[in-house]
């Protein structure tokens, strides 16, 4: 079952602009991880945030936890077109003894150059 | 895509035939996965492996199997007992120590099977 959210399901913008993609969730979590998806492609993981951190930096990507309000927030800035693709939260759930991945659906992200 | 290989790329199947996937990885991973993704869905869980000789059913592992005999093989057999077989069909790989929480995983290529 999905137990994430990715809000907006699509989002277009034009080159240079920030991209701010959210992900909510319904369980207690150890970590939550955003992956990235090419069209027709494998995921790609990009970074991983665990439940006792609040931000998390790498290159143009910025993730934040909340996790008394069960949500994510994935920021890219300087966005580029070949930042064009599908962005997933998913959760390693509190209490997993078998380490399994909760994906959300998605937000598909348009970079116009 | 890692060091992870699914075969074929695409694969065209007739209503009543078993077909098999095949998802190689040279990551000396322990756990290996299999997701299902249909257009504009999010990845669902058919079958995961911790380790060889050992699987368990995801979400919707109905009209599917698989295998574990080698650590680095975890083929994905879709029977005709699966309805609607259609989908973009994902193989993926974690490292995995038992009590130990995993990290990431890394997926394959992907193989997108169609039913004519």
């Known amino acids: 079952s999905q137990q994430g959210e990715e809000d907006p399901q699509a989002l277009s913008i034009q080159e240079g602009e920030n991209a701010t993609m959210n992900c909510s969730y319904k369980?207690?979590?150890?970590?939550l991880q955003w992956y990235r998806q090419n069209s027709g492609r494998g995921l790609v993981h990009l970074i991983l945030?665990?439940?006792?951190?609040r931000e998390k930096h790498s290159g143009r990507l910025r993730v934040t936890l909340d996790t008394s309000k069960k949500s994510s927030s994935l920021l890219i800035t300087a966005s580029r077109a070949a930042d064009t693709a599908s962005y997933f939260c998913?959760?390693?759930?509190?209490?997993?003894?078998?380490?399994?991945?909760?994906f959300g659906r998605g937000t598909q992200l348009t970079v116009w150059p | 895509d890692g060091g992870i290989t699914q075969s074929p790329k695409y694969l065209f199947r007739k209503e009543g035939q078993n077909v098999t996937l095949s998802c190689e990885q040279n990551?000396?991973?322990?756990?290996m996965y299999w997701y299902r993704q249909d257009p504009g869905q999010g990845l669902r869980l058919i079958y995961y492996?911790?380790?060889?000789?050992?699987?368990q059913k995801g979400d919707i592992a109905e009209g599917y199997s698989v295998s574990r005999e080698k650590k680095e093989s975890f083929p994905l057999t879709v029977t005709s007992a699966q309805k609607n077989p259609t989908a973009f069909y994902l193989c993926?790989?974690?490292?995995?120590?038992?009590?130990?929480?995993?990290?990431?995983?890394?997926f394959g290529p992907g193989t997108r099977l169609t039913v004519l």
């Open positions: 990551l000396n991973h322990d756990a």
């Open positions: 993926a790989s974690s490292p995995y120590l038992a009590g130990a929480e995993l990290d990431t995983q890394y």
């Open positions: 998913a959760m390693l759930r509190r209490g997993s003894t078998l380490g399994r991945l909760y």
């Open positions: 945030i665990r439940s006792n951190e």
């Open positions: 369980t207690s979590i150890n970590n």
């Open positions: 492996s911790q380790i060889v000789n050992d699987f």
